[in-house]
């Protein structure tokens, strides 16, 4: 053993600020069968044709992979019918919020978000040097009037994610369009639509057509969620050409590996995946919110692949997280979201929620009398 350094070298002070980022967790010890449902994942699997796109890649491993995406980027441009031209990948969503925080933030700037956004934005602005400012929410959903107030002189960067992780609350269209009709025109409004595709509310745009209107806003998407492909890390955002300029200069030159390219592409191919999940995730999120209604759980209402449910005390969510743990069932707790009366509970496959349902009925049952 060596003596401690008398001068080890040492981080710059804001990054040892961060509190790690804490990912859902997948196992429990002695437990054979856990059920996850603290990810926000897909309760499916991946799609077929992505898992044979993948294993039909991985003999070319050897190689590097398309540094440009070029085939994904047309991919997803015709699915969404986007110019390619104007979408940019990266190694999960994650990697673009890290590039965006440094490309328009660093010392001196201030990043807003707000209070229970998602946590990514403050430790990737943090990591840059920029004040990271959170607004005010109103009953659990961003307020378009608390941001703006929010806004300093030195405000660069805005985060809204919609609809929002954890809080499942969404804004519709004309207040997006409101928020950045408020904003200075240098300031690059950020739409993290992590979650589109489970969105039943009329009156929403994932932020295209924003993208659209003008040079300063991004709309941020992922490969995580509906599509089942979290472990292959891929997101990608489509914005004005000087954004995505900035965002190719400094990103990692072969962020989205080869096989994560070819299971993308195939992803977006399988036939019918994305509206049979949609379509699973809207009746089961409505079943679970009414049978947690019931048992006297609070099931904010959710746009999203999840629900925000609120125990009412950060005790009572405690024991319901270690109850539902005796069951391997792991969801999320919400303590660092700000929120430790509440768990964010994944809609999962109608056998997981059906086991949800019935813990969370037992547990409650131990909390009477
Ligand atoms: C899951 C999620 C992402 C996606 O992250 P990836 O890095 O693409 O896996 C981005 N934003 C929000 C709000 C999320 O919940």
């Known amino acids: 053993m060596t003596a401690p350094a008398a001068n080890p070298p040492r981080p710059r002070p804001e990054v040892m600020a961060i509190a790690a980022y804490v990912g859902g967790e997948h ?13 926000n994942e897909g309760p499916f699997g991946p799609p077929p044709s992505a898992r044979e796109a993948a294993v039909k890649v991985a003999g070319e491993m050897h190689h590097y992979p ?4 070029i085939e994904l980027r047309k991919a997803i441009g015709a699915r969404f019918g986007l110019d390619p031209a104007r979408i940019v990948c990266g190694t999960g969503s994650d990697e673009l919020i890290q590039h965006i925080c440094h490309i328009y933030g660093g010392p001196g700037t201030d990043v807003i978000m707000s209070m229970h956004g998602f946590t990514m934005y403050q430790i990737a602005g943090t990591y840059a040097g920029s004040r990271v400012l959170k607004a005010p929410e109103h009953n659990f959903t961003t307020s378009v009037d608390e941001m703006l107030a929010a806004v300093t002189p030195e405000t660069t960067v805005m985060f809204v994610a919609n609809p929002n992780n954890p809080t499942g609350s969404l ?3 004309s207040e997006m369009l409101r928020l950045r009709a408020g904003l200075r025109e240098d300031i690059l409004l950020v739409l993290d639509s992590a979650y589109a595709e489970y969105v039943e509310a009329a009156d929403y745009d994932a932020g295209s057509r924003m993208v659209d209107a003008g040079e300063n806003t991004i709309m941020l998407r992922t490969f995580s969620k509906i599509f089942g492909l979290g472990g292959m890390r891929v997101g990608w955002g489509y914005g004005p050409p000087m954004v995505i300029d900035a965002i190719n200069r400094v990103r990692g030159v072969f962020n989205v590996n080869k096989i994560a390219q070819a299971a993308a592409v195939a992803a977006l191919a399988e036939p019918g995946w994305v509206e049979r999940c ?3 995730n809207t009746v089961w999120r409505a079943k679970l919110s009414a049978i947690m209604t019931r048992l006297g759980i609070v099931a904010h209402p959710t746009e999203g692949n999840f629900i925000l449910s609120d125990f009412g005390t950060a005790e009572r969510a405690k024991g319901a997280d270690a109850f539902l743990r005796t069951r391997g069932i792991i969801v999320r707790g919400m303590t660092a979201y700000d929120l430790p009366h509440c768990l964010r509970i994944t809609v999962g496959t109608e056998e997981e929620c059906g086991l949800v349902a019935d813990a969370l009925t037992g547990f409650m049952a131990t909390q009477h009398g």
């Open 171 to 173: 804004l519709p269209e």
């Open 278 to 280: 949609k379509a699973h």
């Open 27 to 39: 196992k429990l010890p002695g437990v054979n069968r856990v059920i996850t449902l603290s990810a």
């Open 66 to 69: 398309d540094g440009g995406s």
